[in-house]
């Protein structure tokens, strides 16, 4: 299996972008799903998490700026991203993590930028 992101570009400080991942991978719904970002010269971090029973975990870096959200009847997790700012800029890329058994799969990572 494997997952596909879209959604990434460039955008002025203030604003938003959705980041989309669709996920070809049997059993969606029994996957944590999550987004990563990692920007230049950075280590990668984990943004936001949400569970199978929707639990959802949150860096404090975007606390009350970007939700996540999974749709699992068309196997998407996404993520709203609001008031970005240029600190924000890295590529972000989408997991699944199942943990019994132990399935891991990614995304190849989508871009974003904010700059004035």
């Known amino acids: 299996g494997y997952l596909v992101e879209s959604g990434g570009g460039s955008v002025q400080p203030g604003g938003s972008l959705r980041l989309s991942c669709v996920g070809y991978?049997?059993?969606?719904?029994?996957?944590?799903m999550t987004w990563y970002r990692q920007a230049p010269g950075e280590e990668r971090e984990l943004v936001a998490s949400?569970?199978?029973?929707?639990?959802?975990r949150y860096n404090n870096a975007v606390m009350g700026r970007f939700t996540i959200d999974r749709d699992n009847a068309k196997n998407t997790a996404s993520l709203q991203m609001n008031s970005l700012r240029p600190e924000d800029t890295a590529v972000y890329s989408c997991g699944a993590r199942q943990y019994t058994p132990p399935r891991d799969h990614w995304g190849q990572g989508t871009l974003v930028t904010v700059v004035s």
């Open positions: 949400i569970q199978p029973d929707f639990r959802r």
């Open positions: 991978i049997e059993d969606f719904y029994a996957y944590e």
